[in-house]
């Protein structure tokens, strides 16, 4: 047989990482935005119709292009900020990967023009679907002016995938915000179908906050600041009392980087434990400025998730920072610094081992497994519930031991063919129901209270996430299959989650016109309604916004998990209670729920004293 491998011309090449890049309006905002910064502009001027469908321009008073330069930036891989793979670790632009512009010149008709100060005129160039169309001298301003128009007009399965005008308008702010947040000293003005929709002036970091934020919340700030060998910590966190119950402004940035980092989101709820209530978010618009090289490159062009080195360290020293500060200002009138949990500012030593407070719990063990011979040792282990706490508790109560140690099987939660096994809870600590909506447990140190419904949450978003991943999901048919309606955008998203749906164990049969069969459910979910289930789930996912599999993943099993744990109102039996205690403790994150809100406090011996005396 011939030979049958080709190489793909360019401007294929280009449109399939166009994919990567680019997915909608806003990428395309970024993508030029973030280069007007990087040519040191100071003025930027982005000028929308449509939502970004019709037109996007992006005007700068940067450093401008040459002619040449200007003809090499469409080129794959060309880019002028980096040079070899050393300054990947000491980047200090927004860009390196030099794919954004041939990328976009993939998918639209794309204008160019831009002049360097030393030169007279200026070019222009004119590029459809990678194609160099024009290339001319002009008279323009010094900087670089960028017209995208018609995003995907030769990708038409991926124009249609766009959402409402609505939600790529808002996806466009929800970039420009976060660029904005990092760059007080450039002036941004957004004029959308020719009206000016948004200007924001250079100012300070704490005035921008309040140009985007609204004025009210100047007086919401508290400043934080703390450096360290690790790096530097500043910016500004919400007073307690201005907490919100919808949604709050959180944003954390590394090195001039928006990042997401649910982490170091706890170590900050953990600094207001207390302070407010578990409904309500502090807003917080924290800035980290670390070495570059203590941080993982991240190399995907559109994650936000990126990796510390020292991430254990930084945490706590993040969670005191904040608390110091709500202290300081005099936020808390009533925190006392010198309880026996405060924590303390720990003095960072480079070689010393910085103690953290970390969960040592082992994820494979199971309370009902038979025990190994050491297991017998005084050094079995406790609960694992107990071991949360071993920053409070350093010996062990070891009246529970036997129970850990007699041998039974491992009931599955709730099954029916278990409720009447012979658990002999007296062997077990004594759990308490509380208004049918909390798990109270004595420990050695206090009282603790777990909330039901939240636990339950975890436990089945650790598990669901897994099927999703592994694809292991039991499927169990159904004989008289649910018809399910799709709305339009329902339908749009489908594609995007049908695997991982699948992957959980529900069958869906496509019958036209948006109209699925369900025909297989998860085994697990028996009194669920599936139609209900899978609109939250698609739902959820179309909500979350993201292309991200991991992340759309992350959204389909927090929409079952919510759906499917037990609710508050339940009453749980003693054995109900066992179960899902020692199962949340086998869990990832047994103290939060994947959205980060408490499922687990400990009333203190001293708190409960103080309030007796
Ligand atoms: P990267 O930003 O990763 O280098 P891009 O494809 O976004 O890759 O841009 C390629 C190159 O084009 C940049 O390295 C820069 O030299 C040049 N460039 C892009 N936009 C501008 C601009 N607004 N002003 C000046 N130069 C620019
Ligand atoms: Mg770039």
Redesign the pocket.
């Known amino acids: 047989m011939s030979d049958i491998i080709h190489l793909l011309p360019d401007s294929i090449a280009n449109q399939i990482a166009a994919g990567e890049v680019i997915q909608r309006p806003a990428s395309v905002v970024k ?2 935005v ?3 910064i ?2 040191g ?1 100071e003025h930027i001027q982005i000028l929308i119709k449509g939502a970004g469908r019709s037109l996007i321009q ?1 005007t ?1 008073d ?4 040459s002619p040449t ?2 003809r ?3 080129e794959r891989h ?5 040079r070899s793979s050393e300054d990947l670790f000491s980047l200090t ?12 010149a993939a998918i639209s008709q794309l204008e160019v023009k ?1 002049r360097q100060k030393e030169d007279e005129l200026g070019t222009l160039l004119m590029i459809s679907g990678s194609k160099l169309e024009k290339q001319e001298v002009v008279a323009c301003g010094v ?2 002016s ?1 017209s995208v128009k018609n995003i995907f007009f030769n990708v038409p399965a991926r124009r249609k995938f766009l959402k409402s005008n609505e939600t790529e308008r808002r996806n466009i702010f929800t970039e420009l915000e976060r660029i904005a947040l990092v760059h007080p000293d450039i002036e941004f003005v957004v004029i959308e179908n020719d009206i000016e929709t948004l200007r924001l002036p250079k100012s300070g970091l704490r005035y921008r906050i309040a140009q985007l934020e609204g004025k009210n919340i100047l007086q919401q700030l508290i400043e934080i600041e703390e450096e360290t060998t690790l790096g530097k910590i500043y910016g500004y966190v919400s007073r307690p009392e201005f907490a919100k119950k919808t949604k709050a402004s959180q944003f954390f940035f590394v090195n001039n980087r928006f990042i997401r980092h649910p982490y170091f989101h706890r170590a900050v709820t953990t600094a207001f434990e207390q302070l407010i209530s578990p409904k309500e978010k502090p807003s917080y618009f924290i800035y980290f400025q670390v070495n570059p090289e203590s941080l993982d490159v991240n190399i995907h062009p559109t994650k936000t998730e990126v990796k510390f080195e020292n991430e254990q360290a930084l945490w706590q020293i993040l969670m005191v920072t904040v608390k110091e500060s709500l202290g300081k200002f005099n936020a808390v009138p009533s925190i006392d610094f010198d309880r026996d949990d405060a924590p303390e500012i720990p003095l960072y030593d480079p070689k010393g081992n910085v103690s953290m407070p970390k969960v040592n719990l082992n994820p494979s063990y199971n309370p009902f497994n038979k025990p190994s011979q050491e297991t017998h040792k005084s050094s079995a282990p406790m609960f694992e519930w107990e071991k949360l706490y071993s920053g409070f508790e350093n010996e062990r109560d070891l009246q529970t031991e036997e129970a850990i140690e007699s041998d039974r099987s491992s009931p599955t939660l709730f099954k029916s063919e278990h409720s009447n096994s012979n658990v002999e809870s007296d062997l077990f600590p004594e759990h308490y129901q509380f208004k049918q909506k909390y798990i109270l447990t004595s420990v050695k140190s206090g009282l603790m209270i777990i909330d039901q419904h939240k636990a339950h949450v975890r436990i089945l978003f650790d598990k669901y996430l897994e099927q999703i991943k592994l694809n292991k999901g039991v499927s169990q048919r159904v004989l008289f299959p649910d018809i399910i309606e799709l709305s339009i955008s329902e339908a749009a998203a489908l594609p995007s989650v049908m695997d991982d749906i699948e992957a959980l164990g529900f069958e869906l049969n496509n019958l036209g016109n948006n109209c699925y069969a369900i025909q297989g459910v998860p085994s697990e979910i028996d009194n669920g309604n599936p139609t209900k289930l899978i609109h939250s789930m698609i739902g959820k996912s179309i909500e979350t916004g993201s292309d991200v599999k991991s992340e759309i993943q992350e959204s389909i099993a927090l929409s079952l998990a919510y759906s499917t744990a037990i609710p508050y109102g339940r009453t749980l039996t003693a054995e109900e209670m066992l179960i899902i205690v020692s199962q949340l403790f086998a869990t990832s994150t047994p103290s939060f729920t994947p959205e980060g809100q408490k499922i687990i406090s400990l009333l203190s011996d001293q708190e409960i004293e103080k309030k007796m005396h």
Do not use: Q, Y
């Open positions: 993508e030029l973030e280069n007007s990087d040519a502009a992006v700068d940067g450093k401008g292009m330069d200007a090499m930036a469409f060309a880019t002028s900020k980096i632009t927004m860009g390196f990967r030099g794919e954004a512009l041939p990328s976009i831009s900087g670089t960028i």
